[in-house]
């Protein structure tokens, strides 16, 4: 079983006038294609596509725009990670580069990698064995400000006050 995540972001970003943004449903390399395609995804100096994804609470992958945020992506809902993906498209193949946990609404640990892992396995690209770049998340207990915990250092980088050293968003 996998950890639920819910939104704890600002609740003014959960809020949408008019369509929320595009996102799109990947089963398999063809959905990145065409997310691609449809959305006019420029390539970043490698040649690589930067999306935001999330994997929602049925285990399904979404990925959007690179601006969205991760809570529109999930159409408000809960997830079981959350994070940015790069691919690499070489001739019709589709590769994950990179991911990572970075979503600051949800704040997703390293141990969510298993509901990646299980989704990816199935869209028959390769990817890589663990995030790529796995950012630590605290709540400080004094200010109660997200902190992404940088050189293993459980300071508040607001107040100064000390950051527990377990997940604490629950
Ligand atoms: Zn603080």
Redesign the pocket.
Known sequence: MSKIYFYIGSADLMITTGDPPHRCHVRATFDVCRWIDETRQEAETDGSFIATFVVTEDGALWIADRRSEHVQCARGGNILSAGEMAFAVDRGTVRVAEVSNQSTGYCPEGESWEAVDSVLSKTGMDYPPGFTNTFTFRR??????T?IVKENSFV??????D?PTVWNFS
């Not at 400080?140 to 400000?145: E, F, L, Q, S, V």
């Not at 508040?156 to 006050?161: A, K, V």
């Open positions: 400080c207990p004094r200010c109660k400000t902190n508040c980088g607001y107040c100064g006050n950051l």
